[in-house]
């Protein structure tokens, strides 16, 4: 049976399907609905919601739920937060610190109009902060994009899996649009997961060997290795978890490249072109970071690239380290509440045919 | 087939509600459909609108920058959304707080929603004889699948409640045949 959610819903949903047992967040709109759910359905066994005890906070800020998850985590919770720019902005601290101590994480960015405190719209604009890392150090993390409502779901319950497979913070990243649509998705009956047996956690010591879970390394030497280790496990989730979607690849002389919301508008723009003989295709990564990067290989002689944005250009510049300079790309993205529509998409791609 | 909806109003006029139960009545008949909320301050007095895209197959945008129907409640949404709407597109209008002016490229359906909805003893009806007008014009879904939705919600549980609602549904679906 579907049900009919907004994305912020879903991703709680998704949440809480994947066992999460720790949320701490602030509230900030476009993701209000994402805390409201956690704070109505995270609670002990309720007719609505049965199922185990869970933990939410609403923080007395952002800092403080970043920090809040941080302990969480070290003690071997499923922990997430959720914010929006502004308020992701202001984690960045504790994200690096959970980079730095490998603790596992999920967090959500459902990104509106900045610099500063910006506007409510839509926006893409975060993709740098939440690709290079965002905070201090020699980190990354995994970083999800959906572009519905379902995959919004199914993508928070693979960013729970992954965090802690990798021990890894994971984000995902959607924007103002996602969050506030709703539409009929699939909710699979399945059993609440349980979070993996974490040895690593600090879950008391009695019988064992303390753990340690840190980021400060003074003695000479252990802060390049345990960078080396993070920068191996970088390594690893490279090779294993690179996620796309292609649409017409094969024959296509343009691929129109975006992400989330922006890549569903140029979907329907694709598709109204192919109805017309255009031989448009599209590539949409999935996941952020690590970058797709094989699929833009293409040997094709006649191939260009459209790169469309809500931003003036971020994910862009790993479109083109990607071509590595074998093919024109060109650049479409509006940004600040402006949202390129199917029309100006077409109308690009026109010129460029 | 695609079909695209504004509906706007002023907040408290079940603005959302009405594009809520279209997008729900749509799911049930198997088919895509996104409801896309105006997320900004609305305040209760002010205008709120949602967009609702109904298609058989994947909807790409779910904002709306050319409407084939247009559901409007009160005066300044109209200002705001009438440039938005196709030509040959369908206006649905509440004459009981807004006029429609001349339109020469479009298609209007002026009924006094809330002159109505006060008649049947509850203002806050009057989306839903919208929504019976809609459905009459353009069979955007099918009336049983409305009723359904309306016994779904929670406030419906009330047996008054979604009496009145199947009240002026039906008052719209009449308005239109008339």
Known sequence: ?353 | MIQRIIIGGSGGQGVMLLGKVIAQSAMLEGKQVTWFPAYGAEVRGGTSHCMVTIADSGIGSPYITAADTLIILNQPSLGKFKKLIKANGLLILNSSLAEAGRQTKIKVLQFPFTGIALKLGNLKVANMIALGVLVAAQKTVKVNNILKVFKSMAGAENPKLLEINRRALEEGLQLNHG
């Open chain 1, 1 to 353: 049976m579907k049900i009919l959610l907004s994305g912020n819903e879903a991703i709680a949903q998704g949440a809480l399907a994947a066992g999460c047992d720790f949320y701490a967040g602030y509230p900030i709109t476009p993701q209000n609905e994402l805390i409201a759910y956690m704070a109505k359905h995270m609670g002990a066994g309720t007719k609505r919601s049965p199922g185990p005890s869970r933990i939410f906070v609403q923080a007395e800020s952002e800092l403080a739920a970043i920090s809040m998850v941080y302990g969480a985590a070290a003690a071997g919770a499923r922990a997430m937060t959720s914010s929006s720019s502004p308020g992701i902005s202001l984690m960045q601290e504790g994200i690096s610190y959970l980079a730095g101590a490998r603790l596992p994480a999920v967090i959500v960015n459902i990104m509106r109009g900045g610099p500063g405190l910006g506007n409510i719209a839509p926006s893409q604009a975060d993709y740098f902060q939440a690709t290079r890392g965002g905070g201090h150090g020699d980190y990354h993390l995994i970083v999800l994009a959906p572009a519905s409502v379902q995959e919004a779901y199914d993508l928070t319950q693979t960013a729970f899996d992954l965090a802690d497979k990798y021990r890894i913070p994971v984000m995902i990243l959607g924007d103002g649009i996602l969050g506030q649509m709703m539409e009929p998705m699939q909710l699979s009956v399945q059993k609440i997961k349980t979070a993996p047996v974490k040895k690593w956690a600090l879950t008391g010591c009695r019988g064992r060997k303390p753990n340690i879970i840190k980021s400060f390394f003074m003695r000479e030497g252990g802060l390049e290795q345990a960078n080396l280790k993070l920068q191996q496990s970088y390594e690893s989730i490279k090779q294993a978890q690179i996620r796309f979607e292609g649409l017409f690849l094969s024959d296509a002389e343009i691929v129109v490249v975006a992400y989330g919301t922006m890549a569903r508008i140029a979907k329907g723009a694709i598709n109204r072109l192919r109805g017309a003989g255009k031989k448009i295709g599209l590539l949409r990564p999935i996941g952020l970071w690590p970058f797709p990067q094989k699929p833009f290989q293409s040997k094709a002689r006649r191939l260009k690239y459209l790169v469309v944005e809500m931003s003036y250009g971020q994910m862009l510049e790993d479109v083109r380290l990607a071509v590595e300079g074998r093919h024109p790309v060109e650049f479409l993205g509006r940004s600040g509440g402006g949202v390129p529509s199917e029309e100006e998409i077409i109308g690009r791609l026109q010129r460029m045919l």
